[in-house]
């Protein structure tokens, strides 16, 4: 009675699927695209508070990498004073060398520190301690010209086209230092060639 006839077969084609039922609607981004888009999300600060934590973060970070490379030498690194072949070279000649200058400053306190304490008792003593340093002034100006000049000549061999502007004062600088202390720290021996 109420049977369908054979006549009134489906003739309805059925409807193409249009998606997943609540999809998103966009291709799935590659991964490299959504960690970028991530990580730059988590970089933007929402506020002041969050921009000065990222500054005091970044600014350790480099204050890290730029003490590491005071004591590996790496040039990226390195402070602007101290970058670039030619500071390296001049870094070098200083380091393969002795110097007036570097043990200037402890002999001159011990001569200071034994005129002090003994010329009340010893007044001849006074003008021994003033002849020691002039003898002194003269040997550190002596060696601050041989170190100039040679460091100048030298870099000039190797470095022909670059700048020596400034290098004479940053090897002398250097070179008033006590070895050990000296940052970044040297990388040859003393008696050396420099690279």
């Known amino acids: 009675m109420f049977r ?24 799935t981004p590659s991964r490299r695209d959504a960690e970028a888009a991530r990580k730059a999300a988590f970089k933007k600060p929402r506020n002041r508070k969050e921009a000065s934590a990222i500054r005091r973060e970044k600014v350790r970070t480099e204050r890290s990498k730029m003490q590491s490379a005071m004591q590996t030498g790496d040039d990226r690194y390195l402070p602007a004073a101290d970058k670039g072949p030619v500071r390296r070279f001049a870094r070098d000649y200083v380091d393969a060398r002795y ?85 970044p720290k040297p990388m040859v021996k003393r008696g050396e060639k420099p690279h």
């Open 4 to 27: 369908r006839s054979k006549s009134e077969t489906d003739t309805t084609v059925p409807a193409e699927p249009q998606g997943k039922a609540g999809g998103k609607g966009r291709p």
């Open 99 to 183: 110097s007036v200058m570097e043990f200037a400053l402890p002999i001159l306190l011990v001569v200071s520190l034994v005129g002090v304490v003994f010329s009340p008792q010893f007044p001849w003593l006074a003008g021994m301690v003033n002849l020691l340093f002039l003898a002194m002034i003269l040997l550190i100006a002596a060696d601050w010209f041989l170190l100039t000049a040679g460091l100048k000549k030298a870099v000039g061999v190797k470095y022909p086209k670059e700048s020596t502007k400034g290098l004479g004062f940053y090897a002398v600088r250097r070179t008033m230092q006590m070895r050990r202390w000296r940052l």
